[in-house]
Structures are given as structure tokens and as C-alpha cells.
């Protein structure tokens, strides 16, 4: 999954990217 704030790679179970902070599930 990749963090649609700062364009980081998250584990798809994460739900708040580790570099920015922003909730993952917020945006589709």
C-alpha cells in the first residue's frame, strides 16, 4: 500500500502511514 499523503510504502495491515502520520484508510 502506498500512502496517498506522502507517496510512502506501508504494510497493507498499517493503518497510519509510519512517515507522515495520515490515517491510510481515508481515501479508496
Known amino acids: ?3 496517498p499523503g506522502c507517496g ?3 504494510g497493507d ?3 497510519f502511514c ?3 502520520g495520515r490515517p ?3 481515501v479508496d
Open 24 to 26: 491510510l484508510m481515508a
Open 1 to 3: 500500500m502506498t500512502c
Open 13 to 15: 495491515e498499517a493503518r
Open 18 to 20: 509510519a512517515s507522515c
Open 8 to 10: 510512502a510504502e506501508c
